[in-house]
């Protein structure tokens, strides 16, 4: 991954998003800490964001109302919600609402990087997607990048339901 992106981390508990920001430091160019959902709201209009990890279970505006707001907002940042409550229906709202990704509280490290990555590559094939079309590129090879992102998004979608 390369170090110019930035990633926001959004959780109620600070030592959470503390202990998230040490770690993730080394990947990412510029790390944005909110509380609530509110504040996170704030600094996605103020700062470019490439991905967010957000707490589902917040006080004030959960995860899912975050998600709605973002949305509402014309912004489509990719987000990781991070749940110690994962229960499928959860699981669900989150997914129909376009979270990339849930990820169960306690969670290893490496299976946090590896979602990250994971969505953070789709976005990528994504834009690149755009930039083609926008250049006019001969149809084959629009039609290549198109079936390996959707092998990409069919890989997560695999992963988020198994």
Do not use: W
């Not at 991954?1 to 959004?10: A, G, K, N």
């Not at 109620?12 to 944005?32: C, G, M, P, R, W």
């Amino acid at each position: 991954m390369s170090q110019d992106q930035s990633i926001l981390l959004v959780d109620d508990e600070v030592e959470i998003t503390e202990l998230l920001a040490e770690s993730l430091q080394k990947h990412f160019k510029n790390i944005y800490r909110a509380a609530s959902g509110k504040e996170a709201l704030e600094l996605v209009t103020k700062h470019e964001v490439s991905i967010i990890l957000s707490d589902i279970n917040m006080p004030e505006m959960n995860g899912d109302e975050f998600l709605r707001h973002l949305r509402a907002k014309g912004l489509f940042c990719p987000i990781i919600f991070l749940t110690a409550y994962g229960s499928r229906d959860k699981v669900l709202a989150a997914m129909r609402l376009g979270a990339a990704d849930v990820l169960d509280k306690p969670f290893a490290f490496d299976d946090l990087l590896k979602s990250i990555f994971r969505v953070l590559d789709i976005e990528t094939r994504k834009s690149k997607v755009q930039q083609l079309i926008s250049e006019g590129t001969p149809k084959e090879q629009l039609q290549r990048e198109l079936k390996m992102l959707g092998l990409m998004q069919l890989v997560n979608e695999a992963k988020k339901v198994g």
